[in-house]
């Protein structure tokens, strides 16, 4: 009786078809700001070119600079020499279509290091910060274009433990990235610079690409932000995102109480633990353990085959509500009591 | 026996370092108190916050100014330079600022300030007289006149000679002097605001 009742339970809430392809939505979003971080040095080139009326004297290599971005931009702009500055910077700071944002670590960095509140400055960041309120650490999962590489970075770790290798599955402390944050900000001032830009990787990748493309090559950061995928692989999957990054730290912080959070269905999960296989964050989506950390990325509802994980909206996570209904373990648990009924 | 030998061998080192030293020392304390030079080996961009190190507390490092620059003299120091790292700078010598002001719109934070093209203070070009071609009798030149973005107010012919250039005081400093003058030792170049137009040779 108990047994067809939970066979045929009905789903208690069946989550939006299209949640399932929100992962790849992610990726979509994760190489769209990739590939633009990549466009707008050369789109600075070609503004340089233009500046100079000199067609005539580039190289062959500048030429075709020249006219691949002038085919690219030539529909929208008419004058791209200031035209193209609405599209301009990283997203450390940056120019969206005029829209000024900037990181929300970039304005405590600077507010640590020079203690000055520049309201201009601290404006820029408000839509990022209102947006970590709602979403949480929806920038480390969707956005950030360190990410991009960590995540590909976890893939040739998987390829790299097929072939033999060993990758680092050490655990840390999780808050210890609180402390990266506290020490970053607080050594600012002592400094004499924002000294969390210096390790802070999605600002890294941002600024040596743009070294690297339009400037004289890559910096001192390239080292840096190659140190951390050798962290990555050598001391635990996305380390430096879970154990050491401060903007995650801040995301995290700021996110405490979001608004949309990835919540289990208790009663449509069947303990399968591919949630907790796949998430980059090492958190425990099989026993409700979401907490601050997590960053929406929506790889567990992509990977989940009874779509047990749906979007809520919810300021705290829910408890541990304990083995999923259509797992093994409740259904033993629920046959122990039902002969535990009968016998009394 | 051992260890022995490799004491020895330490203080024997340290003996020969501090014998060497001394030399060095003396040479230091005989030598005569120079003047140290006012030239300055990179500029900041335009309506840069005139304290060098307030300036390093206010850059993020975001790169937009460099971003926006239309000759691209704004360069990075990405691989030194302590807490002047991703910080802006321009070398005249390469490229020298053409006062657009573009820079100064985009920075978000206050580390570049929007400022009018005659105020800013980047520094003061000056002129070595024992260099130049024109003042050294050496031909005709005028390029740093003809180049200079701020016209006459910035640089002009000396009364006498009409090749021969005169910094004046509207100078602000923004280098295409340094980057247009022919001469391979850049006879024109930019030290720090308030120093004197023409180079002071001490013997």
């Known amino acids: 009786m108990a047994k067809t009742d939970i066979l045929m339970a009905s789903p208690v809430s069946k989550p939006f078809f299209l949640w399932r392809h929100l992962n790849k939505l992610r990726w979509l979003s994760l190489s769209i700001v990739f590939l633009m971080l990549l466009l707008i040095p050369f789109l600075h080139l070609y503004q340089t070119y233009v500046a100079a009326h000199a067609y005539d004297l580039l190289y062959p290599s500048e030429r075709l600079i020249y006219d691949s971005m002038e085919t690219l931009t030539a529909p929208f702009v008419s004058d791209p020499e200031n035209d193209l500055d609405m599209l301009k910077g990283t997203t450390w700071s940056g120019r969206l279509f005029g829209l000024d944002l900037s990181d ?7 507010i640590a290091a020079s203690g000055k509140l520049l309201w201009p400055f601290l404006l820029t960041a408000l839509i990022p910060i209102g947006l970590t309120v709602v979403f949480g ?8 274009p360190a990410t991009f590489l960590y995540e590909l970075n976890t ?3 998987v390829w790299l433990r097929k072939l033999g290798f060993h990758t680092g599955q050490r655990r840390l402390n999780r808050k210890f990235k609180y402390l990266v944050l506290f020490v970053g900000l607080a050594l600012s001032p002592l400094l004499g610079t924002v000294a969390v830009a210096a390790i802070y990787p999605p600002a890294i990748v941002g600024r040596e690409i743009y070294y690297a493309i339009a400037l004289d090559g890559f910096g001192i950061g390239a080292v840096f932000f190659a140190g951390t995928l050798l962290f ?16 995650g730290a801040l995301y995290s912080l700021l996110g405490r109480y979001r608004l949309l959070r990835i919540q289990r269905v208790v009663e449509d999960c069947n303990d399968c633990a591919k949630c907790n296989a796949v998430c980059e ?3 425990d989506p099989l026993r409700d353990g979401f907490g601050q950390e997590c960053n929406n990325c929506t790889a567990c509802i992509a990977v989940c085959p009874t779509d047990a994980l749906v979007f809520k909206l919810t300021p705290k996570d829910q408890p541990d509500r304990g083995p999923g209904h259509l797992g093994r373990q409740y259904r033993r648990s629920q046959e122990a009591t039902t002969q535990g009924g009968h016998e009394t | 026996m051992k260890r022995r030998k490799v004491l020895q061998r330490l203080a024997l080192g340290v003996a020969s370092l501090s014998a060497a030293s001394v030399p060095y020392g003396l040479a230091r304390m005989l030598a005569p108190d120079r003047p140290t030079t006012t030239k300055i080996h990179y500029l900041r961009p335009p309506g840069a916050l005139s304290d060098a190190a307030a300036f390093n507390e206010a850059c993020i490092g975001c790169g937009l100014c460099g971003e926006v620059c239309p000759p691209k003299s704004i360069r990075f ?28 719109e985009v920075c978000p934070t206050d580390a570049l300030t929007e400022t009018e093209r005659e105020d800013v203070e980047m520094g003061i070009a000056q002129i070595d007289r024992t260099a130049c071609y024109p003042w050294v009798d050496r031909g005709v030149c005028g390029a740093c006149v003809v180049a200079c973005p701020l016209g006459e107010r910035g640089i002009g012919f000396d009364f006498a000679n ?4 005169v910094v004046k005081k509207g100078c602000v400093g923004c280098g295409v002097c340094v980057e247009v003058c022919p001469h391979p030792s850049l006879p024109i170049r930019i030290a720090e605001p308030g120093s004197s137009t023409v180079v002071v040779h001490q013997i």
């Open chain 1, 104 to 110: 929300p670590l970039a304005v405590a960095g600077q």
């Open chain 1, 137 to 144: 650490r929806f920038f480390c999962g969707w956005i950030c």
């Open chain 1, 155 to 157: 893939g040739l770790g």
């Open chain 1, 232 to 247: 990555d692989l050598m001391v635990a999957r996305r380390g430096f995102c879970r154990y050491l990054c401060p903007g």
């Open chain 1, 281 to 283: 964050f090492g958190l």
């Open chain 2, 77 to 104: 120091s990405d691989r030194e330079g302590g807490s002047r790292l991703n910080t802006p700078f321009i070398d005249p010598a390469k490229k020298g600022c053409i006062l657009c002001g573009k820079c100064m």
């Open chain 2, 162 to 165: 009409m090749y021969r250039p």
